[in-house]
Nanobody, 123 residues
Framework: QVQLAESGGGLVQAGGSLRLSCAASGRTISSYGMGWFRQAPGKEREFVAR????????YYADSVKGRFTISRDNAKNLVYLQMNSLKPEDTAVYYCAASSRVGSAIQRDYQYWGQGTQVTVSS
């Protein structure tokens, strides 16, 4: 079992930056692909970014490409999401997730999920 805990959310003005962290416990995440998803009020949860088990490959949703960066530190069992140039439409609860399936951006392929951290971007 893998337990995931997100942190780093908060309130930020448009154009600002935040860095989210995802701390894993229970077992190492070094063999898992890791992803970030988000759910805005009244909307379905959507894919944001993913990173391969060794950090060699990343993939982003078009809406965040060029602004967000996903990274990982397997030695520390941590995953990060650096968010720059934030927009009000980035307001959502952000979730970290782990997948044993290679290269997936589909939620059902992710076996483990955190509880989420709120990100609010004011205009």
């Amino acid at each position: 079992q893998v337990q995931l805990a997100e942190s780093g959310g908060g309130l930020v003005q448009a154009g600002g930056s935040l860095r989210l962290s995802c701390a894993a416990s229970g077992r190492t995440i070094s063999s898992y692909g890791m992803g970030w998803f988000r759910q805005a009020p009244g909307k379905e949860r959507e894919f944001v970014a993913r990173i391969s088990w060794n950090g060699g490959r990343t993939y982003y949703a078009d809406s965040v490409k060029g602004r967000f960066t996903i990274s990982r530190d397997n030695a520390k069992n941590l995953v990060y999401l650096q968010m720059n140039s934030l927009k009000p439409e980035d307001t959502a609860v952000y979730y970290c997730a782990a997948s044993s399936r290679v290269g997936s951006a589909i939620q059902r392929d992710y076996q483990y999920w955190g509880q989420g951290t709120q990100v609010t971007v004011s205009s």
